[in-house]
């Protein structure tokens, strides 16, 4: 992968330059699956996956592996594209935050991303920015969907499940609902 001058970004012609073995030269090294007729390198479909939206690598790693059998393959593109920077966990992290941000609270978004393959480690900043705008943004979800305090412990109850469901912290939807 990482000898060719054209990046891996080939396509695969259609079986006309097979070699007396059988085997077409083309296809050699390409990631896509025999019979497959995609005609992308693991290396571009991986591309062209990053140019739709970010993709965590465990993410990613799911997608190619159904094209690819060779997991040393697949890892080599996965690196190739973490140290091109086409590929960035953190990049991953903030885009998804910034999509569920305005309806999910800190600690499902933290969830989602720890299920994508992410360590606490590397979602410490984001954590600390998700908590710090919580009570605002579980303000909005809460008026979208409400709008009124809760006339007894029955609606109480309602709108607390409703909150914690979305992710909120129980302090967070305490406070919102003035008890």
């Given amino acids: 992968m990482g000898n060719r001058s054209d990046g891996g970004f080939s396509t695969v012609s259609g079986g006309d330059a097979a070699s007396p073995d059988g085997d077409d030269p083309s296809r050699r090294g390409s990631g896509a699956r ?4 995609s005609g992308l390198s693991l290396k571009a479909r991986a591309v062209a996956y990053l140019s739709r939206r970010e993709h965590s690598r465990q993410e990613l790693r799911r997608k190619l ?4 059998d060779d997991p040393a393959a697949v890892e080599a593109v996965l690196d190739d594209l973490a140290r091109e920077h086409w590929q960035s966990d953190q ?3 903030q885009a998804y935050a910034h ?3 305005a309806r999910q609270g800190a600690q499902r978004i933290l969830g989602a991303l720890r299920q ?3 360590a606490d480690d590397q979602l410490a900043d984001l954590r600390d ?3 710090a705008t919580e009570a605002e943004r579980a303000r909005a979800v809460w008026a979208r969907k409400f709008g009124q305090p809760p006339a007894d412990p029955r609606e109480y109850a ?4 409703f909150m914690a469901g979305r992710g909120f912290s129980a302090d967070c939807i305490r406070r919102l609902l003035g008890r």
């Fill in 34 to 37: 025999p019979g497959s007729g």
């Fill in 65 to 68: 592996s159904a094209w690819c």
């Fill in 91 to 93: 990049r991953y992290a």
């Fill in 99 to 101: 999509r569920a941000a």
């Fill in 116 to 118: 994508q393959g992410l």
């Fill in 129 to 131: 920015t998700l908590r």
């Fill in 158 to 161: 309602r709108q607390y499940r």
